[in-house]
């Protein structure tokens, strides 16, 4: 079993900045490939940003292009995003996904594991 804990979420004002972390703990040879989603109140779940094992291949979504920017370290079984310039739109709950596959994808089916989510919100 492989369990992934967000961390990192808060309050910030607009065009301040957060890191997210996510701690993958216990069969940490699970996960291949890792993303990040969010979902806002009355939304759909939503992809952000993904990464590949290695972390030579990354993919974001155009709404945060520029001012997300995805990371880990597996040396320490952990993944990131930097959050930069956030804006109020960037408020919701952020989740990250673990696939087993080396295979980032923008499909959230495609994620077997999945953190509780981490608050962020942003003030104008």
């Known amino acids: 079993q492989v369990t992934l804990v967000e961390s990192g979420g808060g309050l910030v004002q607009a065009g301040g900045s957060l890191r997210l972390s996510c701690a993958i703990s216990?069969?940490?040879?699970?996960?291949?490939?890792m993303a990040w989603f969010r979902q806002s109140a009355g939304k759909e779940r939503e992809f952000v940003s993904g990464?590949?094992?290695?972390?030579?291949?990354?993919d974001v979504a155009e709404s945060v292009k520029g001012r997300f920017f995805v990371s880990r370290d597996n040396a320490k079984n952990e993944a990131y995003l930097e959050m930069d310039i956030l804006k109020p739109e960037d408020k919701a709950v952020y989740y990250c996904?673990?696939?087993?596959?080396?295979?980032?994808?923008?499909?959230?089916?495609?994620?077997?594991?999945w953190g509780q989510g981490t608050q962020v919100t942003v003030s104008s």
């Open positions: 216990g069969r940490t040879d699970y996960v291949a490939a």
């Open positions: 990464i590949s094992y290695n972390g030579g291949y990354t």
């Open positions: 996904a673990g696939h087993a596959r080396d295979s980032p994808s923008q499909s959230e089916e495609d994620y077997a594991t």
